[in-house]
């Protein structure tokens, strides 16, 4: 594609967000991307494949022709269908701030109980869980960064030697760690390699201390952003 041809189609996905009154972060959520990968699409530094703009056309959705080409009408059906099949992300917390999480959380989440913020997604979630956590540090880079959304199935306390998981720990408060189940103790591993593993004493682990397992994660920046299993 010609620089030319970037910028127009830079613009158009500008003007098709800013239409439909998503910020950055809204819009890069309802196709599995960060906001700094939407700002670079809108600035031509980088341009979306022809299947992600058959995505954007699909999940959102947008007339792909003018998407493209700038021809025709920007809608592919009447705005009054646009936000039918969305759902809320529930953000209940941020790993890595230091806060501690509500002992009363379990499977079936209490309507009462409020989450800190909530996302609107599309379909492109659908069947993924619902629940989720901000992670604030560096401890699972390179794989998870600083500001990415994680999904996290709350019911899930099963220790998987090598899966991730969110903890509430009472010298650390809510944490994102990978564990491993060995003979001396649950090691605590951080992928980060300036912070050391520890270890949990086998019967130190219980339902308080595990929050849920980690089933899928989103960063915010570059073009790699990827919701995964």
């Given at each position: ?32 991307k960060g906001k ?185 920046d570059g073009d790699?952003?990827?919701a995964k299993y």
């Amino acid at each position: 594609m010609t620089d030319n041809h970037n910028s127009e189609l830079g613009q158009r996905i500008r003007e098709f967000r800013i239409t439909l009154r998503l910020d950055q972060t809204e819009f890069g959520a309802r196709l599995g991307k960060g906001k700094n990968t939407i700002i670079s699409w809108e600035k031509a530094r980088t341009s979306p494949s022809n299947t992600m703009l058959e995505a954007i056309a699909r999940v959102l959705p947008c007339n792909l022709t003018w998407l493209k080409t700038g021809n025709g009408d920007m809608f592919a059906e009447p705005q009054g269908n646009l936000m039918q099949e969305e759902t809320d992300l529930n953000i209940w917390g941020i790993t890595g701030a230091g806060d501690a999480f509500d002992l009363n959380m379990r499977e079936n989440v209490p309507d009462k109980l409020e989450p800190l913020d909530k996302i609107k997604v599309s379909q492109l979630f659908k069947g993924k869980t619902r629940d989720c956590f901000r992670v604030k540090g560096d401890s699972m880079d390179d794989k998870v960064r600083d500001g990415a959304l994680i999904g996290v199935k709350l019911s899930d306390k099963r220790i998987i030697t090598g899966k991730m998981y969110v903890l509430n720990l009472p010298h650390e408060g809510l944490t994102i760690k990978e564990l491993h189940v060995e003979k001396k103790g649950i090691k605590v591993h951080a992928y980060n390699p300036r912070i050391n593993d520890y270890y949990l004493e086998h019967d130190e682990i219980n339902e308080y201390i595990i929050v849920g397992r980690v089933v899928w994660w989103l960063n915010e920046d570059g073009d790699e952003d990827k919701a995964k299993y």
